[in-house]
């Protein structure tokens, strides 16, 4: 079945503790992206990556690292988690468009529901 | 200025009626795509429908449709015969191609809360 993996679905960690969110996606698309969601603030995006070694910022980008090694695995990285990183992660992937005006969407994980206390 | 906005933060709907939650969006971009997620209380994020600029007609899947409108910049979403397991959130974004550096990014709006009555 395609899809993007993430793991933990749940997470509740204590400021400071360094701790990294995997995602995972089988269907060799390049583009893979981060995005938070908090209330009333729909959902924007951390990071994304277009390729192997080629990542950049997103709109939310402080606090969070990201690495794409392989072309399957995007894991988030929050060294120093705080108490305004809780929120509900998404992890996202497409293929790329080989014609000028055919545009993807995007496939998204189930979601980690990060807590920071 | 909000590049997609949805304006109605609640919608209530009988089950079998037919509901039209709103999107409009801003962009200079002639070349960009539209997306409807749905969002259930399970937290996961569902591809519905997509509308492209370029595309002439508007974009159905099963009971959903996209009344889609360039020049007022509008992407409604039309579900038909609504069903209890459509009360959830729904997010309506879009995908810049040239603007946003190769269209790297999903801008999405605050949402939709949707919930279907007997």
């Known amino acids: 079945e395609a899809q993007v993996t993430q793991n933990p679905r749940y997470l509740i960690t204590v400021t400071g503790k360094k701790l990294t969110v995997t995602c995972s996606q089988n269907?060799?698309?390049?583009?893979m992206s981060w995005y938070r969601q908090d209330p009333g603030l729909g959902l924007r995006q951390i990071y994304y990556?277009?390729?192997?070694?080629?990542?950049d910022k997103g709109d939310v980008p402080e606090g969070y690292k990201v690495s794409r090694k392989e072309k399957r695995n995007f894991p988030l990285i929050l060294e120093s988690p705080s108490p305004n990183q809780t929120s509900l992660y998404f992890c996202?992937?497409?293929?790329?468009?080989?014609?000028?005006?055919?545009?993807?969407?995007?496939?998204f994980g189930s979601g980690t529901r990060l807590t920071v206390v | 200025a909000q590049k997609i906005t949805q304006t109605q933060p609640g919608m209530f709907v009988q089950e079998k009626e037919a509901v039209t939650l709103d999107c409009t969006y801003d962009?200079?971009?002639?070349?960009?795509?539209l997306f409807w997620y749905k969002q259930p209380s399970s937290g996961e994020m569902i591809f519905l429908i997509y509308?492209?600029?370029?595309?002439?007609q508007n974009a159905t899947e099963g009971r959903y449709s996209l009344n889609f409108q360039k020049a007022r910049k509008s992407a409604n979403l039309v579900i038909s015969a609504s069903q209890l397991g459509d009360s959830a959130m729904y997010f309506c974004?879009?995908?810049?191609?040239?603007?946003?550096?190769?269209?790297?990014?999903?801008?999405f709006g605050t949402g939709t809360q949707l919930k279907v009555e007997l």
């Open positions: 269907m060799n698309h390049e583009y």
């Open positions: 990556s277009m390729n192997v070694e080629v990542t």
């Open positions: 974004a879009m995908r810049e191609a040239i603007l946003t550096g190769g269209g790297n990014k999903l801008t």
């Open positions: 996202a992937s497409r293929k790329k468009a080989r014609q000028e005006k055919l545009l993807y969407g995007y496939t």
């Open positions: 962009t200079s971009d002639p070349s960009y795509g």
């Open positions: 509308q492209g600029s370029y595309d002439q």
